[in-house]
């Protein structure tokens, strides 16, 4: 089996530090990484760090995914990337906590796009007239080269003279409207010139009638989340050293955490009997078993342990209600 902690693969780091050229403020590691199948890749990492030690580093940049996963890990099974409630506030209530920035007039804005259309425009249609300046050019030294050619390029001299006169025909219409186009960039850029460019941000979102969404609901949901993840991960890393399968390990506690069950008080104990859905081997069940005697030792052992005593059963197939 390869999915025990008995099974490790070995990867090395070869390491050299410099002052990045660009900001002498960072420094530059040069890390030539090398896996189990011997493949090496050479990466460069900026540490602003100026304490760090090469080795913490490295250590952190290389294992950035754990964190990643993390924060998937969050989203998928813990919702944290939920909205739990549309409670909004109006702009204009919130105005004075805000801090306030200038931003582009809404017509100004307009007014710059028309200007950078015209622009484009008048480029446009520049590159046109050149391109057929060099056209013509060509077809001029084409005929010409007709014109002086011993042989008999009567037809062919007929076609060039022929593009030729269309060429200079639409050249002046290009001509002709070359004007046209320049006068309406030269307007379009007096008008910013003279627009209003700034104008207060706030502002601007009060007059659109925005709102502001309220998200302390969201906060106190996120950090039931947070805790949530926490217990998960302090009963997974009790259960990844009971059960020794770093495959299934995930999976099979959340069947556990999501179990449903019942609740059972007497005078001398809380009994939760907890039912696991679909049918496990026996080695699994052993496992989740043992996880639970380690939680209910755990809980009976706090400085203020519950009153009554804690015990924890796990079912399986039908439960059977029973008095106790």
């Not at 890390?31 to 580093?57: E, F, H, W």
């Not at 217990?231 to 069947?255: A, E, G, K, M, P």
């Not at 706090?302 to 009153?307: I, N, S, T, V």
């Amino acid at each position: 089996q390869k999915n025990n902690r008995s099974s490790k693969r070995t990867y090395s780091f070869e390491c050299q530090e410099s002052e990045w050229s660009r900001d002498t403020r960072f420094r530059r590691i040069i890390v030539k990484a090398t896996n189990y199948k011997g493949r090496t890749i050479t990466v460069s990492i900026l540490c602003s760090n100026p304490t760090m030690s090469i080795q913490d580093a490295v250590w952190v940049i290389c294992n950035r995914w754990l964190q990643e996963n993390d924060f998937k890990y969050l989203g998928i099974h813990f919702g944290i990337n939920q909205l739990d409630s549309n409670a909004h506030a109006d702009f204009k209530d919130e105005a004075a906590l805000l801090k306030d920035r200038d931003a582009d007039c809404p017509e100004y804005k307009e007014i710059k796009k028309q200007a950078r259309s015209a622009a484009a425009a008048l480029a446009k249609h520049l590159l046109k007239i050149n391109q057929m300046k060099k056209k013509l050019q060509w077809l001029k030294a084409e005929k010409q080269i007709l014109e002086n050619s011993t042989n008999d390029c009567g037809r062919k001299l007929k076609k060039v003279m022929a593009k030729c006169k269309r060429g200079e025909k639409r050249l002046a219409e290009l001509d002709s409207e070359t004007a046209e186009l320049e006068e309406a960039l030269e307007t379009a850029e007096q008008l910013q010139a003279n627009a209003v460019q700034k104008e207060s941000r706030i502002q601007q979102l009060i007059d659109g009638k925005y709102r502001t969404l309220d998200t302390r609901r969201k906060e106190y949901m996120d950090a039931l989340r947070v805790n949530s993840a926490n217990i998960f991960r302090n009963l997974h890393l009790q259960y990844r050293s009971i059960s020794n399968n770093y495959r299934d390990d995930h999976s099979r506690l959340r069947v556990l955490t999501r179990s449903s069950g019942i609740i059972v008080r007497t005078e001398s104990e809380i009994v939760i009997r907890l039912w696991l859905p679909g049918t496990f081997q026996n080695h699994v069940i052993k496992n989740l078993e043992a996880l639970v005697r380690s939680v209910e030792n755990n809980m009976n052992r706090l400085p203020m342990p519950p009153k009554p005593k804690l015990r924890i059963e796990l079912e399986s197939g039908p439960i059977q209600c029973r008095n106790t």
